[in-house]
């Protein structure tokens, strides 16, 4: 009965230094950087839920590989989180899909890419212009401010 006791204790103690032993071997992880895309509807202010951000483009990504793992919808509050930590040089680029229009624009304009600065971003944050005629909302660090016009449902139907 001694030995099995004895045996016990030499495996608890076996198990504790090996689970102690691999816990501190591991590296930290390192913070992600993160920012916040946030659509508005152009003429009323509240978010657009359940639409894609289609093109976002961080740093110099370029290819459709890089950028699929990056394609995002946002949520019930508009939002949608995107991992900013290698971009490489600090800048997004978004484009929205499932809308009609994007205020971001004057009506007569041609519409180029707008690329905005991350470190901005996440310092003071940045509001879109809104050619559309709605409210616009003060900005909050973190947190790029997108305003379109979202597609009706028939407009979805027949697209």
Excluded: H
Excluded at 14 to 38: E, H, N, R, Y
Excluded at 62 to 67: T, W
Excluded at 71 to 82: Q, S, V, Y
Excluded at 117 to 135: F, L, T
């Amino acid at each position: 009965m001694r030995k099995i006791f004895n045996l016990k204790r030499i495996v608890v103690a076996t198990t504790l230094l090996f689970v102690l032993d691999t816990g501190t071997a591991q590296t930290p992880p390192t913070t992600k950087q993160k920012i916040t895309i946030k659509l508005l509807n152009g003429k009323t202010g509240r978010p657009v839920w359940w639409r894609g951000l289609a093109a976002v483009r961080v740093g110099n990504t370029a290819n459709r590989r890089d950028v699929d793992p990056i394609d995002k919808r946002t949520n019930l509050l508009g939002e949608a989180e995107l991992d900013v930590t290698n971009a490489s040089p600090p800048q997004i680029e978004v484009e929205v899909v499932f809308t009609s229009r994007d205020c971001r624009y004057a009506p007569q304009s041609q519409s180029r890419p707008l690329i905005y600065s991350i470190n901005e971003i996440r310092e003071k944050g940045i509001v879109s212009d809104n050619y559309c005629g709605g409210p616009r909302r003060v900005p909050k660090p973190g947190v790029l401010m997108v305003y379109v016009i979202p597609s009706t449902f028939w407009e979805l139907m027949f697209e």
